[in-house]
């Protein structure tokens, strides 16, 4: 199922007033992390998928990057990225995840933040970018933590007093579509094992370089402690893989 919530004109205006999404890379929680497991953009070829607003081909364009393309199924989300974006070197393309079809080592760099756990096949996507990176380049990705997507409510548990408990965790070996709500929406999710992840990385031929599951930095949760929670459960999973030489 190829989703496409950002072209529903309600969902889109609601997702633009997230912190993230007016504060670009510096306001997303885990950028501080995610940032330290890319390798160096210099003289690269860089793809981009799930780009959503291009904050990251912009980022990767001031690093010096050589060219990037930057692929998102949504026209809305592309058309802000393209009004924020004032470089030759971007070009974004309206295209599904699951339709991502590009020549032999034509980049040197795959990223993607946040997308791929909206895609139901895992294992194929992971064979188009093996086939579309050079020898020895690079695959950096975030989704949200099979921790957090394993319970259909993504939601913690509370007390009479709505106090929160504890985050739940359910179903967690069964891999399948998760019928959530996000933003008062319903929304499309796969929810896999990290060993699924992982190991159809490996079974794809690629080497696993490092593993997070970030928290947000200490001057985010000072300016709201409600952020405090993020350290009880894993809300990210962020993997840096590199094609074999």
Known sequence: ??????????????????????????????????????????????????????????????????????????????????EKTNDS???????????IEFKNEEFDIVISSLALHYVKNFDEICKKIY????????????????IFTA????????????????????????????????LDEEVIKYHRTCSTYINTLIENGFNIVKISEPVPPKEMVDENPYLENEFRRPMFLMIAAKKAI
């Open 151 to 182: 319970n259909a409510q993504q939601d913690w548990y509370y007390n009479e007093d709505g106090e929160i408990l504890h985050w739940p965790v359910d179903n967690y070996q069964d891999e399948s579509i998760r019928i959530t709500r996000f």
């Open 89 to 99: 070197k971007i070009k974004y393309e309206c295209k599904a995840v699951e339709d």
């Open 1 to 82: 199922m190829k989703q496409n919530k950002n072209d529903d004109i309600n969902f889109f205006n609601k997702y633009s007033k997230m912190e993230r999404s007016i504060g670009g890379l510096e306001s997303a929680g885990e950028w501080h992390i995610l940032k330290t497991m890319l390798p160096s953009f210099e003289g690269k070829r860089v793809l981009d998928i799930g780009c959503g607003f291009g904050w990251h081909c912009r980022y990767a364009s001031e690093q010096k990057a050589s060219s990037i393309v930057g692929i998102d199924i949504s026209e809305k989300m592309l058309d802000t990225a393209k």
């Open 131 to 146: 086939n579309s990176i050079s020898r020895g380049g690079d695959f950096v990705f975030s989704v949200e933590h099979p």
